[in-house]
């Protein structure tokens, strides 16, 4: 069974940081491309960053440019969000996931998400003064 846990969500002031991890299990990650993506209250599920699986080459939508950094540790079964200079509009749900068949992070990112192969649970990351 493919499953993936996220953790380091939290409470944060605006302009501070966190690290979110996601840890697969029931498969191995090195075939997958992997993304962050985000869902904050009567919003659509966005796209915040991928990762490809062959050259970990990244997308980062605009609106977290600069702040946020996706990587990914192969042998642990790992893939990372650290972002900083958060701000209250970066307020959501945060979800990862991992496909097999896209291609491209870009394309993971900004295109039909619904068919993922896996999805983790989402940790809450809320930043409020």
């Known amino acids: 069974q493919l499953q993936l846990v996220e953790s380091g969500g939290g409470l944060v002031q605006p302009g501070g940081s966190l690290n979110l991890s996601c840890t697969a299990s029931g498969f191995t990650v090195d075939r997958y491309e992997l993304g962050w993506f985000r869902q904050a209250p009567g919003k659509e599920r966005e796209g915040v960053s991928c990762?490809?699986?062959?050259?970990?080459?990244?997308y980062y939508a605009d609106s977290v440019k600069g702040r946020f950094t996706i990587s990914r540790d192969n042998a642990k079964n790992t893939v990372y969000l650290q972002m900083n200079s958060l701000k209250p509009e970066d307020t959501a749900t945060y979800y990862c996931a991992a496909d097999m068949w896209i291609t491209f992070p870009n394309k993971m990112c900004t295109g039909e998400y619904r068919h993922f192969d896996s999805w983790g649970q989402g940790t809450q990351v809320t930043v409020s003064s």
């Open positions: 990762i490809s699986s062959t050259d970990s080459s990244t």
